[in-house]
């Protein structure tokens, strides 16, 4: 069975940096787009943050340019999320979903993870 499998979250410090990983099974990461989503508590899932197309192409949504970033390691079939200068609206549940297309990553992805928490507390 298909799944997606994130990890990494965890307590973070305002200004610290963290890197999550979203682990795909049954697929590899050049077989679909892969997004970070989250969803804080309270609060609406938000859009995609970050996506790295099948082809290794990524972007970033602009508010988050700058301190977020996404790779890809096709020998691991992982890709990452990479969080620096942490800030307390930080604080969610980060998800990664895959989808054939970005328009299916944004509207109804194939897949979803579990969710990775990232906590941000001094």
């Known amino acids: 069975e298909a799944q997606l499998v994130e990890s990494g979250g965890g307590l973070v410090q305002p200004g610290g940096s963290l890197r999550l990983s979203c682990a795909p099974s049954?697929?590899?990461?050049?077989?679909?787009?892969i997004g970070w989503f989250r969803q804080a508590p309270g609060k609406e899932r938000e859009g995609v943050l970050c996506?790295?197309?099948?082809?290794?192409?990524?972007n970033c949504a602009d508010s988050v340019k700058g301190r977020f970033s996404i790779s890809g390691d096709s020998v691991k079939n992982t890709v990452y999320l990479q969080i620096d200068n942490v800030k307390a609206e930080d604080a969610a549940v980060y998800y990664c979903?895959?989808?054939?297309?970005?328009?299916?990553?944004?509207?109804?992805?194939?897949?979803w993870g579990q969710g990775t928490q990232v906590t941000v507390s001094t």
């Open positions: 979903a895959a989808a054939a297309s970005y328009t299916k990553l944004v509207i109804t992805p194939d897949y």
């Open positions: 049954g697929f590899t990461v050049n077989d679909y787009d």
């Open positions: 996506f790295r197309s099948r082809n290794g192409i990524t």
